[in-house]
């Protein structure tokens, strides 16, 4: 009301006082503004909270999508270098055990047999041995 009061004041020129209810309308404007900007403060506020917790949300989905994608393209990695190394080591190795184990087994069964050839031809060579010296007694 003071300011009305000075821009209606005789002392102004009309080009001033017109100047100063400009000047007077931008402040009103300038203050309804601000107020309407102070009461969309809140609803601001809230709604930026509400992006920054989706924003959030999203980030720690996408990093949780890509930690178990690593992990398991990890895995599936180790498990093809298990299954590498069966194919090209153990699985020729295993043969050549298995053919090992073979050979050693005919070789205790050839060892077995020569074992009851030494054997039979001991006890011929003793049987030899008992007929001779009996005919040895025998002739004195």
């Not at 601001?44 to 994608?69: E, H, R």
């Not at 205790?108 to 008992?130: G, S």
Request: one cysteine or more.
């Amino acid at each position: 009301d003071s300011l009305n009061a000075i821009a209606t004041s005789p002392d102004f020129t009309p080009e001033q006082q017109k100047n100063i209810e400009l000047t007077i309308n931008n402040v009103n404007q300038l203050i309804d503004i601000s107020t309407q900007s102070l009461e969309q403060l809140p609803v601001a506020f809230a709604q930026s909270k509400q992006v920054v917790g989706d924003k959030t949300q999203l980030f720690l989905d996408d990093v949780k999508f890509k930690l178990i994608l690593i992990v398991s393209l990890t895995v599936l990695a180790l498990l093809a270098i298990i299954g590498c190394i069966y194919w090209l080591l153990l699985r020729p190795l295993q043969s050549t055990v298995l053919s090992a184990t073979t050979n050693v087994s005919q070789m205790a069964q050839a060892l077995q047999v020569t074992a009851k050839a030494v054997e039979a031809c001991t006890e011929k060579q003793q049987a030899i041995a008992d007929q001779l010296v009996k005919n040895g007694n025998s002739s004195i």
